[in-house]
């Protein structure tokens, strides 16, 4: 392996810079020229190809966002678009390519893997934990932290008003940032997407627990459940509950990476340009058990994340 190139694909994630960091200091030990690729997969089409120096490296670790920006490229799932980028892969000799996204990105590196024997290796890199074959994917434990942070603070204002929030999280799919958070965050209901729910049933709840003398209600919903104003409506009609929405959006996105994600980052790109070394090829850098584990991309691309039921079992129990 002499060039190895690296692109950071889709939503992107707090982590991700780390990676890169990672990457280009390990590839500089081993004497291989680092190439960043921008803005994912649009750059190798467009050729937006660089050698990176140590010097780009530096100040990375700490900051939010991509230096290389992402992208949400349609072209690179034609046929056409590929063969673009595998001319541009050729033209600047790159013997493997890393890629840091989420599934969608992940299933472009399979692509390169198996339709055009591209030497890959995907990192998990996403909010929404969603991604199968790993216990964390890079940016989760920044973004549970953002959460909580706000949480916490929601809940200090809905106290001083008697009021019930209701905060919306990210996750189309996936519950798992809200269900965590409702444990850490002491909320009253979470709803997520995976778990069918009665609005009746969670609204005589929180009636309940304000009849105990409770001074507040946090319900914690994952966008991918339904929309958090038709929820606040439901509460003020039925419950008569004093309700304000919090959409946390994009913060959750933003940021600078956890100690935890620093780490996870560093870890995950020095395996990756290892992997490459060793000619391990096609896989993704799971964390497994505290363990970097190597999982087949059409592996995790098959399967779905299951939910952890212990933690919905401890949010119901937390909540009463
Ligand atoms: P994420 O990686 O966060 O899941 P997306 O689903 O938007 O984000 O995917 C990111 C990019 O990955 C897409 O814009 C596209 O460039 C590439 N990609 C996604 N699906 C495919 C596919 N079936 N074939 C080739 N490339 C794909
Ligand atoms: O997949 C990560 C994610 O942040 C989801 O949680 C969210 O639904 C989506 O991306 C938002 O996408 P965009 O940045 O394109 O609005």
Redesign the pocket.
Same mark, same amino acid.
Do not use: P
């Given at each position: 392996m002499k060039n190895i190139g690296i692109l950071t694909? +889709? @939503?992107d994630c707090p982590g991700m810079n780390a990676v890169v960091r990672s990457f280009v200091r390990t590839c500089l030990y081993n004497g291989i020229t680092p190439f960043g690729i921008e803005a @994912?997969?649009r750059g190798l089409i467009d050729g937006h190809i660089r050698p990176l120096e140590s010097k780009d490296a530096s100040n990375l670790l700490q900051r939010g966002g991509t230096v290389l920006r992402s992208?949400?490229? *349609?072209e690179?799932?034609t046929k056409e678009g590929?063969r673009i980028a595998l001319d541009n892969i050729s033209k600047n000799n790159l013997d493997g390519i890393v890629v840091v !996204? @989420?599934? +969608?990105? *992940?299933? !472009?590196a399979k692509?390169l893997f198996e339709d055009y024997n591209i030497p890959v290796i995907g990192i998990p890199g996403?909010i929404d934990n969603d991604i199968y074959g790993t216990d964390l994917a890079v940016g989760v434990d920044t973004a549970l932290n953002t959460i909580v942070r706000s949480v916490d603070m929601l809940n200090d204002t809905a106290s001083s008003h008697d009021r019930t929030f209701i905060v919306e999280v990210m996750g189309r799919h996936c519950g798992y940032l809200a269900i965590t958070t409702a444990v850490t965050c002491g909320a009253e209901a979470v709803l997520i997407p995976e778990v069918p729910f009665n609005l009746d049933d969670i609204i005589k709840k929180i009636k309940k627990r304000y009849d105990e003398g409770r001074s507040r209600s946090v319900v914690i919903v994952a966008e991918g459940a339904g929309s958090a104003y038709d929820f606040g409506k439901a509460f003020e009609l039925i419950g008569g509950f004093d309700t304000r929405i919090t959409v946390l959006g994009h913060l959750q996105r933003g940021g600078s990476p956890t100690h935890y994600d620093r780490l996870l980052a560093t870890r995950m790109g020095l395996s990756a340009v290892e992997l490459l070394m060793e000619g391990t090829h096609g896989v993704m850098t799971g964390w497994q058990s505290g363990k970097i584990v190597p999982v087949p991309i059409s592996e995790v691309l098959s399967n779905t994340k299951p939910l952890d039921k212990s933690l919905l079992r401890m949010a119901e129990i937390m909540s009463r």
């Open positions: 694909s +889709g @939503g @994912g997969y992208a949400r490229c *349609l690179f799932k590929q !996204g @989420g599934d +969608g990105s *992940l299933t !472009g692509v996403s």
